[in-house]
């Protein structure tokens, strides 16, 4: 039986995670690759890295990021951020990323979507969608970009399904609105995506505490849980996550193995 | 000992030879890595992973567009007895054909066909089954006195990511398998070569245990 996934993201800026793990053994709370392996080794199912690097020649330090963790870290790691055209894919891919997240590019740009998947396969694309409630969308949220600053119009049922069809293999949906408010996933959106399109559904956004993750699987059907900020201060790590999980009948994947 | 990483322009050849480094290095094996396309190393070397993400015709072509790649891959497996190891898309085209956009031939070296994952129903939580099969699964163990799957219980978990599957039930072939909606072959293969349809490459250090253990096979 399939384990639903925990997964770790690290906000990443030229090269330094910008919220950092507040775990003792760590020697270097600001280093993503460090950090990375950390979860790994506690029982990440993933690793997302998220780059919000200002400058293109700040985002290369990315890459170096992507080798270093991919050396030792074997878990399936995603690089979205400043992600525009196919050889930026092709870049990540070849630093050892599994797969690559589009967000904004996707709106300015929707056949990078379909470019991407038939070069790569959809398996490595994933359409990040950010979210908000608009009561003049036909689905009730409205896509936005640039960490939720710009509106775009787009509704977001529509937006999903239009990527899975040109190719997205799995959908990353935050809900802006409860993001960075530890009071739970957004579990009307979450369950709205999950319910229909046909690819795994990421849920993300709003994580307080293990609890809010089986709410969110439980009672909107996610594929798999993200989370960021609570893992980062050590006040929850990934294996209470998955023991609460357990607890209530969700398979996960043992944190030893 | 050289164990050749073959590189046809598909697939995560950096993650597979980081994996494979860490297991050798850790089982202290005393192994070398070459990743390459070039046909006289492949011909010369012991052992052969073939590795492959994307779609099966995408990574038809890719081979193809080597010259002499598909022979000497199939001499060196099927005549020269060498070990061998597909990963993924590398371990479907082990077989007859796929039906993944369009009807692509494989290297028929087992037989069965793959065509896209069927789903009914709803999981255990009640969640519609999606497609890809993307995430952790465990195994069951078909054959569980084979060597690959020495120290692996039905607790670890690999890494699937694919939309499609191996049809047709060769018992006789299926090392290993993975439920999902319903049975899908998982690790399959015959003598010296062996193919999985997750990876372990990204599989933690269950992954790292097949791969050690695909490495101290004596086939």
Redesign the interface.
């Given at each position: 039986?399939?384990?639903?996934?925990v997964i770790a993201c690290l906000d990443v800026h030229d090269g330094r995670t910008v919220k950092g793990i507040n775990f003792v053994d760590l020697k270097d709370a600001g280093d993503p690759v460090e950090q990375a392996n950390l979860y790994?080794k506690t029982g990440a199912?993933e690793i997302c890295f998220l780059d919000i690097s200002a400058t293109y020649e700040k985002r290369k330090t990315m890459f170096d990021v992507i080798?270093k963790t991919?050396?030792?870290c074997?878990?399936?790691l995603t690089v979205g951020g400043g992600v525009n055209n196919l050889n930026d894919f092709r870049e990540l891919?070849?630093?050892?990323a599994?797969k690559v997240s589009v967000n904004s590019s996707a709106v300015s740009n929707p056949k990078i979507i379909k470019d991407s998947s038939d070069?790569?396969?959809?398996?490595?694309v994933v359409l990040a969608i950010d979210a908000i409630e608009s009561e003049t969308m036909p689905c009730g949220y409205e896509v936005t970009t640039h960490g939720g600053r710009k509106k775009t119009n787009i509704d977001v049922l529509n937006w999903a399904k239009q990527g899975v069809e040109n190719g997205a293999?799995?959908i990353l949906l935050t809900s802006m609105t409860a993001d960075g408010m530890k009071a739970g996933y957004n579990l009307h959106l979450t369950k709205l995506i999950?319910?229909n399109v046909?690819?795994?559904?990421i849920a993300s956004g709003g994580a307080g505490n293990p609890k809010d993750m089986v709410d969110v699987?439980?009672k909107s059907?996610a594929?798999?849980v993200l989370a960021a900020s609570i893992f980062h201060f050590g006040i929850h790590s990934i294996s209470s996550v998955k023991k609460e999980m357990l607890k209530n009948?969700?398979?996960v994947?043992?944190c030893?193995? | 000992m050289d164990l050749i990483i073959i590189d046809y322009g598909s697939g995560n050849l950096r993650s597979v030879e980081n994996a494979f480094s860490n297991a050798i290095s850790d089982s202290s094996l005393k192994c070398k890595i070459i990743v390459t396309s070039n046909i006289n190393i492949i011909a010369a070397a012991d052992f052969l992973v073939l590795p492959g993400v994307g779609s099966f015709p995408d990574c038809k072509s890719g081979l193809q567009n080597i010259k002499g790649l598909n022979e000497v891959l199939s001499e060196q497996v099927l005549f020269k007895k060498k070990k061998f190891l597909g990963i993924c898309v590398g371990m479907q085209l082990m077989f007859d054909y796929s039906l993944e956009k369009i009807k692509t031939s494989g290297f028929g070296w087992l037989s069965g066909n793959f065509n896209k994952i069927k789903t009914f129903g709803l999981d255990y939580l009640g969640r519609d089954f999606k497609v890809p099969h993307m995430g952790w699964n465990s195994l069951l163990l078909e054959k569980d006195n084979h060597p690959i799957l020495r120290h692996i219980s039905e607790k670890d978990q690999y890494y699937f990511v694919h939309s499609y599957c191996l049809e047709g039930n060769q018992s006789d072939q299926l090392i290993a398998s993975t439920n999902y909606c319903h049975q899908i072959p998982a690790i399959v293969g015959q003598e010296n070569y062996l193919g999985v349809q997750f990876h372990p490459e990204k599989s933690s250090l269950s992954g790292q245990k097949l791969i050690s253990n695909w490495l101290k096979w004596s086939c």
């Amino acid at each position: 039986m399939l384990s639903t996934r925990v997964i770790a993201c690290l906000d990443v800026h030229d090269g330094r995670t910008v919220k950092g793990i507040n775990f003792v053994d760590l020697k270097d709370a600001g280093d993503p690759v460090e950090q990375a392996n950390l979860y790994s080794k506690t029982g990440a199912d993933e690793i997302c890295f998220l780059d919000i690097s200002a400058t293109y020649e700040k985002r290369k330090t990315m890459f170096d990021v992507i080798s270093k963790t991919a050396e030792s870290c074997f878990v399936p790691l995603t690089v979205g951020g400043g992600v525009n055209n196919l050889n930026d894919f092709r870049e990540l891919l070849k630093c050892g990323a599994d797969k690559v997240s589009v967000n904004s590019s996707a709106v300015s740009n929707p056949k990078i979507i379909k470019d991407s998947s038939d070069k790569f396969g959809n398996q490595c694309v994933v359409l990040a969608i950010d979210a908000i409630e608009s009561e003049t969308m036909p689905c009730g949220y409205e896509v936005t970009t640039h960490g939720g600053r710009k509106k775009t119009n787009i509704d977001v049922l529509n937006w999903a399904k239009q990527g899975v069809e040109n190719g997205a293999g799995e959908i990353l949906l935050t809900s802006m609105t409860a993001d960075g408010m530890k009071a739970g996933y957004n579990l009307h959106l979450t369950k709205l995506i999950s319910e229909n399109v046909p690819v795994p559904v990421i849920a993300s956004g709003g994580a307080g505490n293990p609890k809010d993750m089986v709410d969110v699987v439980l009672k909107s059907g996610a594929s798999a849980v993200l989370a960021a900020s609570i893992f980062h201060f050590g006040i929850h790590s990934i294996s209470s996550v998955k023991k609460e999980m357990l607890k209530n009948g969700i398979l996960v994947r043992d944190c030893e193995n | 000992m050289d164990l050749i990483i073959i590189d046809y322009g598909s697939g995560n050849l950096r993650s597979v030879e980081n994996a494979f480094s860490n297991a050798i290095s850790d089982s202290s094996l005393k192994c070398k890595i070459i990743v390459t396309s070039n046909i006289n190393i492949i011909a010369a070397a012991d052992f052969l992973v073939l590795p492959g993400v994307g779609s099966f015709p995408d990574c038809k072509s890719g081979l193809q567009n080597i010259k002499g790649l598909n022979e000497v891959l199939s001499e060196q497996v099927l005549f020269k007895k060498k070990k061998f190891l597909g990963i993924c898309v590398g371990m479907q085209l082990m077989f007859d054909y796929s039906l993944e956009k369009i009807k692509t031939s494989g290297f028929g070296w087992l037989s069965g066909n793959f065509n896209k994952i069927k789903t009914f129903g709803l999981d255990y939580l009640g969640r519609d089954f999606k497609v890809p099969h993307m995430g952790w699964n465990s195994l069951l163990l078909e054959k569980d006195n084979h060597p690959i799957l020495r120290h692996i219980s039905e607790k670890d978990q690999y890494y699937f990511v694919h939309s499609y599957c191996l049809e047709g039930n060769q018992s006789d072939q299926l090392i290993a398998s993975t439920n999902y909606c319903h049975q899908i072959p998982a690790i399959v293969g015959q003598e010296n070569y062996l193919g999985v349809q997750f990876h372990p490459e990204k599989s933690s250090l269950s992954g790292q245990k097949l791969i050690s253990n695909w490495l101290k096979w004596s086939c």
